[in-house]
């Protein structure tokens, strides 16, 4: 079955919400805006935002405001890495508070949140984790 396929039998079958991991992101994108459905249901890799949900029901991911978290339960939130300028005006991405390396230098504060965001869905977000 394709993606296309599959994707069109959940839409039908009323799933509010799919995540699809892709390493074709343009091709994924595209076969999508060719279901018959497309145009009742928005595709966007931009605002997706991943959480991860251990056995025991715990939510784990990186911070966004795709969805309003608070309606998932009650909300432990922790500072995954500081985003700073150094002393020549290049952006430092400091991820020490959750075990990571520093990134940089960046020449645009956006580059830098890029790049952490990216090292924190890499290297932190699927690890197994012990602080409830």
């Known amino acids: 079955m394709s993606l296309a396929e599959r994707i069109d039998e959940y839409v039908r079958a009323c799933y509010t919400g799919i995540w699809i991991r892709s390493h074709e ?5 595209q076969e999508l805006s060719r279901l018959p459905a497309a145009g009742s249901f928005a595709v966007s890799a931009e605002d997706a935002m991943q959480l991860v949900i251990d056995t025991s029901g715990r939510i784990r991911c990186v911070y966004g405001e795709t969805i309003e978290l608070s309606e998932l339960g009650r909300l432990s939130i922790r500072r995954g890495s500081h985003v700073e300028p150094d002393q020549e005006g290049h952006w430092m991405a400091d991820l020490s508070p959750v075990g990571g390396p520093m990134l940089g230098p960046f020449t645009t504060r956006g580059a830098a949140l890029r790049a952490e ?11 197994h984790w012990l602080a409830p």
């Open 25 to 29: 992101h343009t091709d994924a994108l």
């Open 117 to 127: 965001v990216a090292w924190l869905h890499q290297h932190w977000l699927h690890q």
